[in-house]
């Protein structure tokens, strides 16, 4: 599935109203739409909650992902389009500390419920365990379950699942059950972690028909859990921090910070999607200073050794290797180019001159064969 950059674009734009509306201080589970929900064409139908995500030490230096049952947030929400009445997005959010706790995460694989021969994250599918719809006719306000809540929408011929984040691992999880069960969907997900290992993924890859995740490589998230025990779903394109931009996808490219946080925002991946299609990207109200700090300033010169880097890391990641081990051997053999640091988003590439790689480089897609 290789979607229309500008219907990426929405459904990012989508994503990204669900994290504002959180991070705007949403201190109920109702939280009032987003204004910039209307002015897209769209008005929410019900809203989603789980269990307050948090993070327990595992006795050393680790974090685990694992829920508080005493305790519900607002998750995101289910939209119907206004101009297409039977077209509904479900948009679930990420978690802005993403960046932070997956450095340190340990994850743990388990038995899917319905697969007992996949194996998939323990942190995320606890989370998904608890995902529920409120305010779906004629659901209590209570909630159900997500799942057979989005089932029983009122005359759905598309249902598109989108998230960032740790909303692209729940909405991987979500919109395989809902095809599962039949339902018209289909998913778009940003910087998605990998959700579980290669019988999940082929499960997954039979049971949804259409879907699409967007990874920009430099996005630390994007690589865990680690290969070869966690896999990437199958139809993932990657966006590559490369200058020249030959695939017909994109026409325009961006500048984005080389910064973890900046690497895995929501509102850089936006970016880059609206110079693709040629749009403005929307408005980030929740995190202006953020994005002024990672979009700002010119791009600088390219230098062909950011291509060694990417092209050799790509690879090491094709083959299922620890690749950031691999590309250090490459590259190590190969005095004439350069290092790499050990660790993407909390170490900086370094030139083997020790001069730092340019703070931004433009970006383009490039989906793996």
Known sequence: MRIP????????????????????????????????????????????????????????????LNVDPSSSVFFGFVARSQASPGRYVVAVRGTANAVEWVDDAVFIPRKHDFYSDCQVETGFWLLYSTLRAIGLPPVATAGVRAADAIVALDQADSITVVGHSLGSAIGTYLVEELCRKGAPASACLFASPRTGDQAWIDRFQTSVPAYEVLNYFLDVVTHVPTRPFYQTLQNATVLLPLAQAADPYVSTQA????????????????????????????????????????????????????????????????????????????????????????????????????KPLPATWPVRFDRPT
């Open 5 to 64: 950059v500008e219907e990426a674009l929405l459904y990012a734009s989508l994503a990204l109203i669900a994290e504002d509306m959180y991070r705007g201080g949403a201190t109920t589970l109702t939280p009032a739409a987003d204004p910039r929900l209307a002015s897209l064409g769209w008005s929410i139908a019900s809203y989603l909650v789980v269990n307050e995500p948090v993070l327990n030490s595992d006795g050393g230096n680790h974090t685990l």
């Open 255 to 354: 500048n984005i910070r080389f910064d973890a946080g900046c690497d895995h925002h929501l509102v850089c991946y936006l970016q880059m999607l609206a110079g693709a299609a040629g749009a403005a990207p929307l408005d980030p109200t929740q995190d202006a200073p953020l994005v002024t700090s990672c979009l700002a300033g010119a791009a600088p010169p390219y230098d062909q050794t950011i291509e060694v880097i990417a092209n050799a890391a790509l690879a090491a990641d094709k083959i299922g290797s620890s690749i950031f081990a691999v590309l250090q051997g490459f590259l190590t053999a190969r005095p004439p180019l350069l290092e790499a640091a050990a660790r993407l988003g909390t170490e900086r590439f370094t030139l083997a001159s020790g």
